[in-house]
């Protein structure tokens, strides 16, 4: 059985190693009356009470086990110890203080740079544009757009490369938040040109059991990889998974070699003609949809305001049904 007595007593015994611990208001009581040098003078500094003050710094001496002030009727003067005190806690408190206020500003201000990434050329002119909404209210932050590939997208985020990160969803991940939809847009199949599925005009999701589907990098979370590149159709056949891809003209390139196909957003039909890869309608496929990306713990004043301005960005792009053909609408 368990002593809880000899709990106790190794617990004020470990209380006691640890050394005394000063509390935030000993700790302003302390200075301000270093600093007045009269109790009165300190609590209205302090906005309380001179016996408040006086109860917290006879409690602050019993504490430590010596006068921190001398006093008398007319003056109040600090100790030896207490000048000691004060010239080591002083320096401590100040940085506190300006670390707290960097914490603060940084949770809560504008100031400073703001970096989002994104993948393909309709994202960059995305973020491009909400990158300018952004800045017109909030001029005093910077915004760095950079270009990641897609095995980048993740490392990136979770690695505090950047704030923000514009990718297709669904992403399910532990400790990153998923923005509102942006932007939605029918899907296409990239395939060889001289492919038979090249020569229709539209073709069911279940035709992908009968081609070899290229693979995006495993960096990318599970949820994304399932949507994009599934390992069957919606009724159960087997989907041949080909060659991984580093990025997406990689892709492009394996596709009009004839090694693959893959599936793509209608955007890449404006932004990535190729002479050797045709885009087919995926007729019965769920829209493919885009948003934002950012850590947990970095939703900042600057993250939420740029997700509200690439919303406003993006809203007129969409019509009510939330797909529309990209091929016009990133340049809206």
Known sequence: MINADVCKDRE???????????????????????????????????????????????????QVGVALFDRTS??????????????????????ITAALDRAIEAGRGFSGILRVCFTG????????????????????????????????LMPWLRGGDVDLTLATFPVDEPGVVTGPVL????????VPVEHPLARRDAISVE?????????????????????RTPHSTPA?????????????????????????????????????????????????????????LWRADGATARVRAFVEAAQNVARPLNQPQGCVDFGSVWET
């Not at 050329?121 to 910077?142: T, Y």
């Not at 003609?273 to 309608?281: G, K, M, Q, S």
Request: charge should be positive; charged fraction near 25%.
């Open 12 to 62: 004020a015994r470990f209380n006691d190693l640890g050394g005394p611990m000063l509390e935030r208001h000993e700790l302003e009581a302390f200075l301000a009356v270093a600093e007045e040098l009269h109790f009165g003078r300190a609590a209205a500094r302090l906005r309380v009470s001179t016996a408040r003050v006086s109860q917290t710094i006879r409690k602050l001496e019993r």
């Open 74 to 95: 007319r003056r109040v003067e600090l100790s030896r110890v207490g000048r000691t005190l004060y010239e080591d806690l002083r320096p401590a408190h100040d940085q």
């Open 121 to 152: 050329a309709a994202g960059g002119r995305l973020l491009v544009r909400a990158g300018q909404a952004f800045r017109r209210d909030h001029p005093e932050c910077e915004v760095q757009i950079r270009e990641a590939q897609l095995g980048d």
């Open 183 to 190: 932007v939605s847009e029918a899907r296409f199949l990239a």
């Open 207 to 227: 035709d992908l059991a009968t081609v070899t589907v290229l693979q995006l990098p495993d960096t990318l979370p599970r949820s994304l990889l399932a949507d």
């Open 236 to 292: 159960g056949l087997p989907i041949r998974a080909g060659q991984s891809a580093a990025t997406f003209q990689e892709i492009l390139a394996l596709v009009g070699d004839g090694q693959g196909v893959f599936p793509v957003g209608a955007n890449a039909r404006r932004y990535y003609p190729r002479p050797d890869v045709a885009y087919v309608h995926l007729r019965d496929a769920p829209p493919l949809q885009w948003g934002l």
